[in-house]
């Protein structure tokens, strides 16, 4: 890790990148109108707003990457000689690096090469040794006991571990020195301890000098992480001030969702009765009709293998039923979920053809009704349902799959993190919508990396090296129970 | 029906304009193309024999646009997915229907069944070399081609047996005006036509071609989509094998052999994605059309072959470059 | 004395009738010669494409195998030099017919292709003292024989009243020369007759059945099925025309030649034989012969083969 | 790393077994003569694969690969042969297309199976006007190079080595090669990077086209002349041994040393067909059924590895 040389930039207040009045138009879409900031050396900016507000825009306009319609990005530091013709390149040698939200490593690479690739002036000469001294310094630096060979595939490697690889690689020494790391969403397939270990990380950077703008969903990092907090909505920056002026509920309330009441009672009702076993898994894990299953511990200990695996030994490759019993709503969206080809309706329809064909041709009247539905009831943020689904920000293409399995009939829901990105005002509609799903006797099967979500099931099953450590149920479901399951092995090794 | 709007694909939207619509759409380019070609042989004919060049157009494209069609569902399913048995599959179909009927005109059904399930037989053995064996289709049906043509030696020592009568009669005649063989095509075509756009099952194949693993995962019957889509193939090969033969006077070891770069040039050249997850049928048949005619043209002028060559390469990426949409700045 | 040598015959394609007539003409007198003692071995090899990069490694795994002699039916007269020129540093004797090579040591059965194209000029010429429009059918461009018949063609045509009005390469294959024949013949004015490189004369008379033109002279190619469309068309309106083309039992007589150069024989290195003719009044009797699908053929014995080789001296 | 090594693992067994299968037949193929008659010909067909590895690494495929080789090849035995200064500018121009191709491929999003199939006319059509009908010689300098005959090892057998290294130096060690990998692994992170894609994969179809002179070099100097058609087969010839190398249509996963070994085993499994003595009906089946054989082995290998 490379905290730039604090004798370089003595002055912490000095501005790194300055926004003044950027608008960004995608043909009729505003994505940004009037977005004015400026970055200072040293403060790490806390980026939160809804699903399609406008983050990654802003980013991108930050990183040179899109040039903004309207309005001036200028970048400071004597590194960056303001003359150079692309934005992209004037932002690469003022320092300033990205963790984009979609993985952007060569999975066909080993680790090391990966760094080849953002640094683009790496020396000729015995590149490879500098590589790898560089990676794994980097990643020692930020993830300490990662594990991570600099040899390894990075396709070999599982989501979190890439994750860190990219985050590490962002932060990485090089010719320019890092002054400002973007990160989008970095902590969204990290589970908690790892996530702690970034924080910590960002404090020591910034203290250092650096600055960091943090995008993400999980507002308990924000709140950790950041000096200043900037709220966007419709393109627009809402609010901007010190962390310290904001409570919780302020910040979710500039984000324009108002937080429900009541919720814990309501679900205490629903959770009332639960019909017989209608799932049990090798491992153990089982379910009952109309139970929500969390399926908790750290991420890569066997969750999503597990799914997959129930997922598939109750779907069938060779035929496709009228009423199919389990759906899956996928989390790593472009692996696993989204048909990048195609519109929004049709990702949405895909799990419920069958059921809502005749004699095998599609009903697309019923298709497009069915569509029209799921994006009042779960909020999807489109102008038009043709659009190609691509043109969603990364939240809106995830309540796109949601709303394709829970649009299906069928009597289980599988979910492999599927809130990845998404913003807190839909998830907790997504929660609610569960409850009353669930409350009409359907069963979900749910893994996720944040706890909060795990909070919201009726049996929890903690997962450590691919088997089941605890199963929790009632009051027992508590983030320190999990916590201590997920991590027993370490606790008795010490 | 076949030049009806697609207005069920939503990327190209929903326009109110009908001819804005259809200028839009990537399969237009390669009618436009065989128009080009033909008013350009006409020229020099001074609009002599317009009628029949069109006749004989109708009836060779009806050949490329069916093994076509099988081509494109197969492109379809994505990346490395291609099927080099077509002209194999042809040859041995022909080759055992025709000894089959030894010319006896009342064979004909039967003989027409044995096509189909030889065409059963290839397309089933190509797709367990690929599903079974994990073999990556391409060479799968490289490999498997070869033993179709071994079988084929083997069952007739290249002998040509001529069709029963009726049958040549039927492959060489038409109705109103139009050749059996193109209203058998076009046919064809209107069934893949619905197929993709309207019946869930194309759906499906649009689907295993843009994320095989997001398919699955939405509950999509892949291994039995695929199979489908190849058999499909094979069997969409019987019959132009059958027929082929049928038209010209009986089975050649190598008369499927120019159909392996035909197939896979008529799919793209009308406008699918090779990629996969988007391909569309009436460009089949204007790219067939425009194949025979783009040869027909060079022909006419008297070019040298070296020549000729050169121009139809030079053709074909023209076409296709038109026919895109600029996706990158350089 | 040969009963202890073993030939090879090196073939670079079996997708048609012809090469299969002639790889059967070959295995028939190969195994008779073998089962009586004039060679130890008769094996007939062929490769899985047409392409003389397979050919020359296969003449390679001759060498390896240890044939005395080898039979080479060449993709290209000049691309499997380097694989024969090998050949013959082994010491092995290497015979080439139809499909001819280049290099010196080897031994050619040539036919005169160049000869065949103004042979058909002048049976054209006979016919029609006027002379006409022509249409020219090739085979597959590129390749050796295709050139040489076409020259020929070209060189009598100018010599001749006859004008070449159009030009199609019909890849020695029915149905590509039928479609290309269709393709063409809108464009074209009257056709007197149809020059052919042997194979396609049938695809050409489908495709001008296809018409309402009237049937030139199509100049045909062995094929039993040209001759029988041409019988049944001369029952019906006594149409004429003629047939040339290359016996595939050539194959047989390079077998000979082969056995009498390891016999020792004094072998001149370039032997030519005649085309087989089938001419209006031999029609039946020669579509007789032929069995149905086939080529009209003529396998040759030894005798036969001693007598082509005295004549060459 | 592990998973690399499985993968040029079983090339490697294949082309043991089936070398041990054929000098089991034919004795007589165990020796520095047997060796070089054996393999000379693949000398061609790995450069031909090499260019092809060039356009698979980066999620193309290119199908003018033979005619483009046959078009070298007919430039070789003709103009580099009488006219030099001329021979290698066309040779150059051609690699200079090459690269063009290329370009043009990304920056109009266009399918490059279908842009390569119009190439391989265009090339076919150029090597049909340059020689109408077989013939040319290999320039002098290129016969004797071809035909060196080196102490102790053949010919045959160094070159394909020397070729794989230089080939596995290049793609899998040089920071260019990595980069060129990485646009086949993902092309938006290196345009994210900066990175001029359209330059990039100018280079890869650039090499590949240099490696498709050398193919063409190299046969003419085998053969000592040059026809239209002499090549047309290594199209797919050089997709099969990609792929039995290891390679892999997408992703940008190939293995330069896999695919070179994968050239030799196809090579060799057409020998060992003929010293098998099949009947002519079945030798081009049993070319088949080979790939076949040595493409299932991978799913033994891959299967022995999920369950690892
Ligand atoms: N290239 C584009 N074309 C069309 N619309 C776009 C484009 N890029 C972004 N948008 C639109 O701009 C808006 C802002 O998108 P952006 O990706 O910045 O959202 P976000 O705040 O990052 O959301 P999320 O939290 O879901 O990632 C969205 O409505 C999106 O659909
Ligand atoms: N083919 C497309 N058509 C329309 N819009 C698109 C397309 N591809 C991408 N976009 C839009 O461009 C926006 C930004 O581009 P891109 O996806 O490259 O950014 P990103 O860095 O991945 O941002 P994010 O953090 O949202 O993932 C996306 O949010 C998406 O809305
Ligand atoms: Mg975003
Ligand atoms: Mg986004």
Redesign the pocket.
């Known amino acids: 890790m490379t905290p730039p040389d604090i004798s370089t930039s003595a002055d912490l207040s000095a501005p790194v990148v300055e926004l003044n009045d950027v608008h960004m138009a995608?043909?009729p879409?505003q994505?940004l109108s009037g977005a004015s900031l400026t970055i200072r050396a040293g403060e790490c900016i806390g980026l939160v707003?809804h699903?399609?507000?406008?983050?990654?825009?802003?980013v991108n306009v930050v990183n040179g990457r899109l040039t903004p319609t309207g309005g001036a990005v200028s970048y400071t530091g004597e590194q960056a000689p303001q003359d150079q013709v692309r934005n992209s390149a004037r932002a690469h040698s003022a320092g300033i690096r990205s963790v984009f939200?979609e993985l952007s490593l060569c999975p066909n690479l080993t680790v090391l090469e990966n760094l080849r690739i953002p640094y683009s002036t790496m020396p000729r000469h015995r590149w490879r040794s500098l590589a790898r001294t560089t990676v794994i310094e980097a990643l020692d630096a930020v993830f300490p006991d990662h594990g991570i060979s600099a040899h390894a595939l990075v396709g070999d490697l599982s989501i979190a571990e890439r994750q860190m690889v990219e985050i590490a690689i962002a932060f990485s020494k090089r010719d320019h020195d890092a002054r400002l790391v973007i990160l989008d969403e970095p902590t969204s397939s990290l589970d908690v301890s790892i996530a702690r270990q970034l924080l910590a990380h960002i404090r020591r950077f910034c203290a250092a000098g650096g600055a960091v703008i943090f995008i993400s969903h999980m507002l308990g990092e924000v709140f950790e992480v950041a000096s200043r907090i900037v709220v966007?909505k419709d393109g627009r920056i809402a609010e901007a001030r010190e962390t310290a002026d904001f409570t919780h509920d302020d910040l979710v309330e500039a984000m324009g969702h108002v937080v429900p009441e009541g919720d814990a009672a309501q679900a205490a009702e629903a959770r009332a009765e639960l019909g017989p076993e209608v799932a049990r898994l090798p491992s153990g894990l089982s379910a009952r009709q109309g139970e929500i299953v969390g399926l908790a511990g750290l991420a890569g200990h066997g969750q999503a293998e597990a799914l997959a695996q129930f997922f598939l030994s109750r779907s069938s490759k060779w035929r496709a039923d009228d009423r199919p019993e389990v759906v899956f709503v996928a989390g790593d969206r472009a692996r696993d979920g989204v048909l990048p080809l195609w519109s929004i309706l049709r990702n949405l329809s895909l799990a419920t053809l069958k059921e809502f064909s005749r004699r095998g041709i599609v009903n697309r009247t019923a298709e497009a009704a069915l569509a029209q539905d799921w994006q009042q009831r779960i909020g999807i943020?489109a102008d038009k349902l043709t659009d190609p689904i691509l043109?969603?920000?990364?939240?809106?293409q995830q309540k796109v799959l949601f709303a394709r399995a829970l649009a299906s009939a069928a009597p289980i829901v599988v979910m492999d993190d599927p809130m990845r990105?998404v913003?807190v005002g839909t998830k907790k509609e997504v929660y609610r919508m569960i409850r009353s799903e669930a409350a009409t006797g359907r069963t979900f099967l749910w893994y996720s990396t944040e706890t909060d979500e795990i909070l919201e099931c009726d049996r929890v099953f903690v997962f450590r090296n691919g088997d089941i450590s605890a199963e929790l149920t009632g009051a027992d479901i508590t983030a320190e129970n999990m916590l201590r399951a997920s991590f027993e092995m370490q606790e008795a090794a010490e | 029906m076949m030049m009806k709007p697609d207005t069920s694909n939503p990327v190209a939207g929903t326009s109110p304009n009908l001819l804005v619509a259809t200028i839009r759409k990537p399969w237009i380019w390669s009618y436009l193309a065989a128009l080009l070609a033909f008013l350009a042989t006409m020229v020099l004919s001074g609009g002599q024999g317009a009628l029949s060049l069109l006749y004989a157009a109708l009836t060779f494209a009806s050949f490329s646009v069916m093994v076509g069609i099988g081509q494109m569902f197969v492109i379809t399913l994505g990346p490395g997915n291609v099927d080099l048995s077509i002209p194999a599959t042809m040859t041995l179909v022909a080759t055992l229907s025709l000894k089959f009927m030894g010319s006896e005109a009342g064979l004909i059904l039967p003989g027409f069944l044995i096509a189909l399930i030889v065409g059963l037989g290839c397309g089933m053995f190509n797709f367990a070399l690929i599903l079974l064996l994990r073999i990556p289709p391409i060479i799968a049906t490289l490999s498997s081609s070869f033993l179709y043509q071994s079988l084929a030696i083997w069952s007739n020592r290249g002998l040509r047996i001529k069709p029963p009568e009726p049958l040549a009669e039927f492959s060489t005649s038409g109705v109103l005006g139009l050749p059996n063989l193109a209203l058998v095509a076009l046919l064809l075509a209107g069934l893949a036509w619905v197929v993709l756009e309207r019946a869930v099952v194309g759906r499906w194949v649009l689907a295993i071609g843009q994320n095989l693993r997001a398919a699955q995962l939405s509950g999509v019957p892949v291994h039995a989509v695929r199979f489908c889509v190849y058999v499909g193939s094979a069997l969409l090969a019987a019959v132009t094998g059958f027929l082929l033969a049928s038209f010209s006077g009986g089975a050649n070891l190598n008369m499927g052999a120019e159909f392996m770069l035909m197939s896979i040039a008529v799919v793209v050249i009308g406008g699918s994605s090779i990629a996969g997850g988007n391909s569309n049928v009436p460009g089949i048949w204007g790219a067939a059309l425009f194949m025979f005619l783009l040869v027909s043209m060079l022909n006419s002028y008297g070019l040298g072959a070296g020549v000729r060559l050169v121009l139809t390469g030079i053709i074909i990426v023209t076409v296709v470059i038109v026919a895109s949409k600029r996706k990158h700045s350089a | 004395e040969t009963s202890d040598k073993r030939i090879a015959l090196s073939n670079n394609y079996a997708g048609n009738s012809w090469r299969q007539a002639m790889l059967e003409s070959w295995s028939k007198v190969g195994d008779a010669a073998v089962a009586e003692g004039a060679v130890a071995a008769a094996d007939a090899f062929t490769t899985s494409e047409n392409q003389a990069t397979e050919q020359a490694a296969q003449i390679q795994n001759m060498i390896l195998q240890g044939y005395d002699a080898i039979v080479i039916n060449a993709a290209s007269p000049t691309a499997i030099n380097g694989a024969v020129r090998e050949a013959c540093d082994a010491g092995i004797v290497v015979v080439s017919f139809d499909g001819i090579v280049t290099e010196p040591c080897a031994w050619r059965i040539a036919i005169d292709f160049r000869q065949m194209g103004r042979d058909q000029i002048t049976y054209l010429n006979e016919r029609y003292p006027d002379g006409g429009n022509l249409l020219e059918i090739r085979g597959l461009a590129g390749v050796f024989v295709d050139d040489e018949i076409s020259a020929g063609i070209h060189e009598a045509a100018a010599d001749s009243k006859f004008e070449i009005v159009g030009s199609v390469h019909g890849d020695w294959a029915q149905d590509v020369a039928q479609r290309a024949v269709a393709g063409i013949l809108p464009s074209l004015p009257e056709i007197t007759a149809v020059v052919t490189q042997g194979g396609d004369g049938y695809g050409a008379a489908q495709a001008f059945a296809a018409t309402d033109r009237s049937m030139p002279t199509i100049v045909m190619g062995n094929r039993q099925d040209e001759l029988a469309w041409w019988a049944e068309q001369k029952a019906a309106n006594g149409y004429q025309t003629t047939s040339l083309s290359i016996a595939p039992g050539v194959s047989t007589l390079a077998f000979w030649v082969a056995q009498q150069i390891l016999d020792g024989q004094e072998v001149a290195k370039d032997l030519s034989v005649p085309m087989l003719r089938v001419q209006q009044d031999e029609l039946d009797a020669a579509l007789e012969a032929t069995p149905e699908g086939s080529v009209a053929n003529v396998e040759y014995s030894r005798d036969d083969a001693i007598a082509v080789i005295e004549a060459s001296q | 790393m592990n998973r690399e090594l499985m993968r040029i693992l079983l090339p490697v067994l294949s082309l043991a077994i089936l070398l041990g299968a054929v000098f089991y037949l034919q004795p007589r193929a165990m020796s520095y003569f047997g060796l070089n008659l054996l393999f000379n010909l693949a000398i061609p067909v790995a450069l031909a694969t090499m260019a092809q590895m060039m356009i698979l690494m980066v999620n193309d495929i290119d199908l003018s690969i033979g005619t483009f080789v046959s078009f070298c090849a007919c430039v070789t035995a003709t103009f580099v042969q009488e006219t030099p200064l001329l021979g290698y500018a066309i040779l150059l121009a051609a690699i200079a297309g090459y690269a063009a191709i290329g370009a043009l491929i990304y920056v109009r999003g266009l399918p490059a199976i279908v842009v390569t199939l119009g190439m391989s006319f265009v090339w076919g059509g150029l090597a049909v006007m340059i020689l109408p009908s077989p013939g040319g010689a290999p320039p002098p300098w290129l016969r004797t190079l071809m035909t060196l005959k080196p102490p102790l090892v053949p010919l045959a057998i160094i070159a394909p080595i020397v070729i794989a290294l230089l080939a596995h130096l290049f793609v899998k060690r040089s920071s260019m090669g990595v980069l060129l990998q990485g646009v086949g692994g993902n092309e938006r992170a290196l345009e994210r990077a900066g990175w001029s894609i359209v330059r990039l994969r100018a280079t890869a179809y650039a090499v590949a086209g240099f490696f498709g002179v050398l193919s063409g070099m190299a046969l003419v100097g085998l053969t000592t002349s040059a026809d239209a058609n002499i090549a047309l087969r290594y199209t797919l010839l050089s997709i099969a041994g990609v792929i039995l190398g290891g390679g892999e249509f997408t992703g940008g996963r190939i293995s330069p040393i896999g695919a070179v070994i994968g050239a030799l085993t196809l090579t060799l499994a057409a020998s060992f067909l003929s010293f098998l003595r099949l009947s002519p009906d079945w030798q081009i089946g049993a070319q088949g059924a080979i790939l076949i054989l040595v493409l299932a082995a991978r799913l033994l290998v891959s299967r022995r590895e999920a369950a690892a």
């Open positions: 995608f043909g879409v994505a707003g699903n399609g507000a406008g983050k990654s825009t802003f939200q966007m943020r043109s969603l920000s990364g939240g809106n990105g913003d």
